[in-house]
């Protein structure tokens, strides 16, 4: 087991980096991001859920507060072990690892609180990491800066704003964003709907915002920021 604090060098990985939680984990989903190459990084406890889906991660990070046995790790997998508690274990994960995009699952569900702990984190490292937290329904990417991406007309595209937001315009939204100033508590942007196959959407500056599709999309904003990278 390897200690480990705010100052040690990053673990980097090339590929998809899919970092793990403690909360609802859809296994076919975990298996099938393993299968087409991701590594896998469990948060804490959520390290049990990769070897629980018969998978191996290839590390796992945090304060080893609720992970089964600590010390019971096969060979290939580094154990990061983080005692601070300013930080949430994702958020261990999020500034002990680099990757070109960053998947979290069992991020949401079973405590709110632990979802919002995890909205918070992915808005805290948007600008220097794409983070795609998923769940069983939707995938919300968390970044900042314009994006482009393909959808099916008619399918709705939610846009949030993580901090106060202006927008200087979109292309293929029912709901244009050009001119718009977003924020918690204010106007939103969630249930908006695309009106063409090509989205693109352009802030001013480098303010985190978060992007909601269904589920189905998460290959193909994979493959979006990939070609950004």
Same mark, same amino acid.
């Not at 990491?129 to 995938?139: F, T, Y």
């Given at each position: =087991?390897? #200690? &480990?604090?705010? #100052?040690?060098?990053? +673990? ?13 984990? $859809?296994?076919? +989903?975990?298996?099938? %991001?393993?299968?087409? !190459?991701? *590594? +896998?990084?469990? @948060? ?6 990769? =070897? ?27 154990? %990061? ?12 994960? /999020? ?9 979290? %699952?069992? =991020?949401?569900?079973? *405590? ?5 702990? @995890?909205?918070?984190? @992915? ?18 990417? @968390?970044?900042?800066?314009?994006? *482009? ?13 993580? &901090? ?8 293929? /939204?029912?709901?244009? /964003? ?6 918690? !508590? ?9 009106? $063409? ?15 909601? %599709? ?10 979006? +920021?990939?070609?950004?990278?």
């Amino acid at each position: =087991m390897q #200690d &480990a604090n705010l #100052d040690s060098t990053p +673990l980097v990985f090339d590929d998809v980096l899919v970092i793990v939680g403690g909360g609802t984990v $859809e296994v076919p +989903l975990l298996q099938a %991001l393993s299968h087409e !190459g991701a *590594r +896998l990084v469990g @948060a804490d406890g959520g390290a049990d859920a990769i =070897m629980a889906a018969g998978l191996v991660p290839d590390a796992v990070i945090g304060d080893l507060d609720s992970v089964s046995d600590p010390e019971g790790w096969p060979e290939p997998t580094r154990v %990061l072990h983080i005692s601070e508690q300013i930080t949430t274990d994702f958020e261990k994960c /999020l500034y002990s690892t680099r990757a070109p995009v960053t998947v979290a %699952l069992g =991020m949401t569900g079973k *405590r709110f609180d632990h979802t919002l702990s @995890a909205i918070s984190a @992915a808005t805290r490292f948007a600008r220097e990491r794409a983070i795609i937290l998923a769940d069983e329904h939707d995938v919300a990417l @968390a970044l900042s800066g314009p994006f *482009r991406f393909s959808v099916t007309p008619g399918e709705r595209v939610s846009i949030y704003p993580l &901090a106060p937001i202006d927008f200087l315009f979109s292309k293929g /939204l029912l709901y244009p /964003l050009d001119g718009l100033h977003l924020e918690q !508590g204010g106007l939103i942007g969630t249930s908006n709907e695309a009106v $063409e196959r090509e989205v693109e959407i352009v802030p001013k500056g480098d303010t985190p915002w978060l992007l909601i %599709l269904e589920k189905s999309h998460l290959g193909t904003l994979i493959s979006a +920021l990939q070609a950004d990278a």
